[in-house]
Nanobody
Framework: QVQLVESGGGLVQAGGSLRLSCVTS????????MGWFRQTPGKEREFVAS????????SYADSVKGRFTISRDRAKNTLYLQMNSLKPEDTAVYYC??????????????????WGQGTQVTVSS
C-alpha cells in the first residue's frame, strides 16, 4: 500500500522555524522526484519546492526561496522541508507528493501521482 505521511506541522510565531517530514512506503522512493505543495481554503494547491532523484537538483517557489530547504534521505525513504523565517502568509496545509515523470518543470501538481494527506502549518503574527 502506497503511503506518504507528513508530520511536523503546528503553530509557530512569525520568524520561527518548523521542519516537515514525509515518510514514504509501498513504493521505491529513489527514482521519484519529490515535491512539497501547500494549500489554503478556497485557493489552488501551490508549489513550494521539489527535489529530483539525485537529491541535489532542487527548485523553489520565489515566495520561499532563501527561507525553505528541501532535502531527502534515501535510507529512510523520507522527504524533508526545513522552514525558517516563517511568515503568516506561509500558513497552509502542506502536502508532499511523488512523481515518476521526467520533465523540466516540477511545479505543476498534475504531474505528481502520489500524495500525502497533509499537515497543517499555522504562523501567527
Amino acid at each position: 500500500q502506497v503511503q506518504l505521511v507528513e508530520s511536523g506541522g503546528g503553530l509557530v510565531q512569525a520568524g520561527g522555524s518548523l521542519r516537515l517530514s514525509c515518510v514514504t512506503s509501498g513504493f521505491t522512493f529513489s527514482p521519484y522526484t519529490m515535491g512539497w505543495f501547500r494549500q489554503t481554503p478556497g485557493k489552488e494547491r501551490e508549489f513550494v519546492a521539489s527535489c529530483r532523484q539525485n537529491g541535489v537538483t532542487t527548485s523553489y517557489a520565489d515566495s520561499v526561496k532563501g527561507r525553505f530547504t528541501i532535502s531527502r534521505d534515501r535510507a529512510k525513504n523520507t522527504l524533508y522541508l526545513q522552514m525558517n523565517s516563517l511568515k503568516p502568509e506561509d500558513t497552509a496545509v502542506y502536502y508532499c507528493a511523488a512523481s515518476d515523470l521526467y520533465t523540466r518543470d516540477y511545479s505543476q501538481p498534475g504531474i505528481y501521482e502520489k500524495w500525502g494527506q497533509g499537515t497543517q502549518v499555522t504562523v501567527s503574527s
